[in-house]
């Protein structure tokens, strides 16, 4: 056992650092409720940060470490579902993937457009390339991704052999472990505006009614890094239904405290706050929810 | 990053299992539900820790040159969990490996360290706490006992309250003051309890017979050799203690033992299958193991010999949360466990009220996350 970053860890965290810097840094100001940016997408492709689950001595733990640290950047971005999920299709990073389940074809899908390979999740795992006639822009969604719906999901899908646990785990991963930079990145941006910002003589976060609650979502965030990160060493069924659980429950316990925190700036398109907590809103509602996770975990713990 | 046991360390934990089947009585699960600092654990622990020490279990991540193995801090988490889960039956004696000993090992003098570390590592000794007080809990550096040095000894004067082990403790680590000067007017004298001018009272608790204490100090002469590092250098040394006692007790592996225990009684009662009890327990597993990998990334620090810093609160209050959820998991599924039905989780619950509370409380956690992990500014005093 021996949880700190090795070698390679270390040196490619430094250099995803030095990739995304520029786009940490752009103006936030007045964003909308998606901040998309095709140039990252493509470096993040091009550079094989998404392609190190492949990559044996690295695996899946790795992928989850960068995929962590890129969700902390205010732009969207389909990092997960490449990195992590992927590979085990056999498909290559960098392909834009979405994933709907069967049984749940209206729900909005991050990063659908035309060309866009979907994965369904049924009685096994199929694909298939998507038409811009199967295709319905969702302009007005309130989530921080770009999101479409389905207008109709073709019977004629590829096969693929891999089985439901292997791919729903991976699934799980890569939503826990965005979810954990997803919660990293608001949580700091609540820190930095509420220390900044006096009421009655001192700054907001002074008080203790507020220190308390940032410093309880500080656990919870924790809690979701380190069991994403455990999940995706293991690739154990029980431990990702736990580390979905809970990043779902994590954000349903902090999302509106932290708007609540920022007062009236929390209301606002102004501040970025809305670009990670909308994104877990979304997040939040995958997998069938914290429900149907748990009862995943239940079922893989203690059957 | 290796979430993986080495063959090594998983055959430690397998001989611990081992030693605690082969040792522990078979009413034990019964036997447990007395307080650890209860008459009748701290006398089967005096025998446990006694074999303990003879297969080199009481103390191995001790130096070797003072009688322990050198075994490194993963070691020392897979034996504070084994012995926890099983109910610790070391008593109050966890405390004295956990940290007494480090700290000895650290600020004692050669006098002290000849003294008492030999009847800890045979697993003879019983410390108790003397740190809280009526007028000083979590604001703990204003506390009021006197020592005032004259001649050869200090002069003790003063009262602390919620000490356990105190009854039967040998020896107390007690916090004094010396001075007017807030955290730096602060010492540790090793204190005998058998010195006269001590008086013991007991208080009832709800963790069980024997646990906490009040113990009041008059006139007590205790000599300067008694003097724990220097004067004014408790703070110093209560911080780097309480970095080891607040990770010490593995209470998310008893948490997560008594949540399977609890699971497997609602299976073979066929009351499992109802998928409010299983979304509820799979919230509980999950901050269970959330607070088991925060307290990993804990030991990993310290394995590379790192400082320990904020996070450990951190792991600390992940555990509260664990511990707090699965008492109120089978409080509310299994609330025959509270009367006798199940003995191991009537004791998981006697002593998880005691989570948040001992060793720092946890809105003092929660203040350390707040200032020195997320960096907010202090609230003005």
Not at chain 1, 204 to 212: D, E, K, P, V
Not at chain 1, 241 to 266: I, K, N, S, T, W
Not at chain 2, 157 to 162: E, L, R, T, V, Y
Not at chain 2, 174 to 194: A, N, Y
Request: hydrophobic residues 45%; negative net charge; glycine residues 8%.
């Amino acid at each position: 056992m021996d949880l700190s970053l090795n070698d390679d860890q270390v040196a490619i965290v430094d250099a995803l650092d030095a990739l995304t810097r520029p786009y940490a840094a752009v103006s936030l100001h007045e964003t909308g409720f998606a901040l998309f940016d095709p140039e990252l997408e493509r470096e993040l492709s091009k550079s094989g940060f998404l392609d190190v689950a492949a990559v044996p001595e690295l695996g899946v733990v790795t992928a989850a470490i960068i995929v962590e640290r890129v969700a902390r950047l205010p732009q969207a971005t389909n990092a997960a579902l490449s990195a992590i999920v992927a590979p085990l299709l056999g498909l290559s990073a960098g392909t834009p993937l979405c994933i709907v389940e069967e049984n749940a074809q209206a729900r909005p899908l991050r990063f659908l457009c035309e060309g866009a390979t979907v994965v369904v999740a049924g009685h096994s795992i199929t694909s298939f390339t998507v038409t811009g006639d199967q295709v319905r822009a969702e302009p007005e969604a309130l989530y921080g991704y770009p999101v479409s719906s389905l207008r109709s999901v073709p019977s004629d899908r590829q096969q693929h052999d891999v089985s439901l646990d292997e791919f729903y785990t991976r699934w799980r991963i890569a939503l826990a472990a965005e979810s954990a930079g997803l919660l990293a990145a608001a949580l700091q941006s609540v820190c930095v505006y509420t220390t900044d910002r006096n009421q009655f003589g001192r700054p907001l976060a002074s008080f203790q009614g507020m220190r308390h609650r940032l410093a309880e979502a500080q656990v919870r965030t924790n809690g979701v890094y380190w069991l994403a990160i455990k999940a995706a060493a293991t690739l154990d069924p029980a431990d990702a239904a736990l580390a979905a659980l809970h990043a779902q429950e994590a954000a349903r316990a902090v999302v509106y405290d932290f708007h609540q925190f920022m007062g009236g700036m929390g209301m606002t398109l102004e501040h970025p706050l809305h670009l990670w907590t909308y994104r877990l809103k979304l997040l939040a509602s995958e997998l069938g929810g914290r429900g149907a996770n748990a009862l995943a975990a239940a079922d893989a713990i203690w059957g | 990053m290796d979430f993986e046991w080495t063959p090594e360390e998983q055959a430690f934990r397998l001989r611990l299992k081992q030693f605690l089947a082969a040792t522990l009585p078979d009413d034990w699960e019964r036997f447990s539900q007395h307080g650890p600092g209860s008459p009748a654990l701290t006398r089967y622990a005096e025998t446990f820790c006694g074999k303990l020490a003879d297969d080199k279990l009481l103390t191995p991540h001790w130096p070797k040159e003072i009688g322990g193995e050198g075994l490194d801090p993963w070691h020392q988490a897979i034996l504070a969990e084994e012995m926890w889960i099983a109910g610790e039956p070391r008593g109050g004696q966890y405390m004295n490996v956990n940290w007494i000993g480090p700290t000895l090992i650290k600020y004692g003098s050669q006098w002290q360290q000849e003294r008492y570390l030999p009847p800890i590592a045979e697993g003879r000794a019983l410390w108790c706490q003397g740190f809280s007080e009526p007028g000083s809990g979590s604001d703990l550096a204003s506390l009021r006992t006197r020592a005032v040095l004259e001649g050869d000894h200090y002069r003790v004067n003063g009262q602390k309250i919620w000490t356990s082990y105190a009854g039967l403790a040998q020896t107390c680590f007690l916090l004094c003051r010396t001075s007017d000067d807030r955290k730096r007017g602060i010492s540790i004298l090793l204190v005998p309890m058998d010195t006269p001018g001590i008086t013991v009272r007991q208080i009832p608790s709800l963790i069980g017979e024997g646990d906490i204490h009040e113990v009041f100090f008059d006139d007590v002469l205790v000599p300067v050799e008694a003097l724990f590092g220097n004067e004014g250098q408790a703070w110093e040394i209560i911080a780097y203690s309480l970095v080891n006692e607040r990770l010490g007790i593995p209470r998310y592996g008893l948490a997560r033992a008594a949540l399977d225990r609890a699971v497997s009684v609602l299976k073979e009662e066929g009351r499992w299958n109802n998928d409010a009890v299983k979304i509820e327990a799979a919230n509980v597993a999950a901050l269970c193991e959330a607070a088991r990998i925060a307290s990993y990334a804990i030991v990993t620090k310290r394995a590379h010999g790192e400082l320990v810093g904020p996070e450990s609160s951190s792991a600390r209050f992940a555990t509260v949360m664990a511990e707090r959820r699965v008492a109120e998991f089978v409080v509310e599924y299994l609330p025959e466990a509270l009367a006798d039905a199940h003995p191991y989780l009537k004791m998981h619950h006697q002593r998880g009220i005691v989570a948040g509370i001992a060793a720092g409380a946890a809105e003092i956690q929660l203040n350390i996350i707040a200032t020195d992990v997320l960096k907010l500014p202090r609230e003005p005093r």
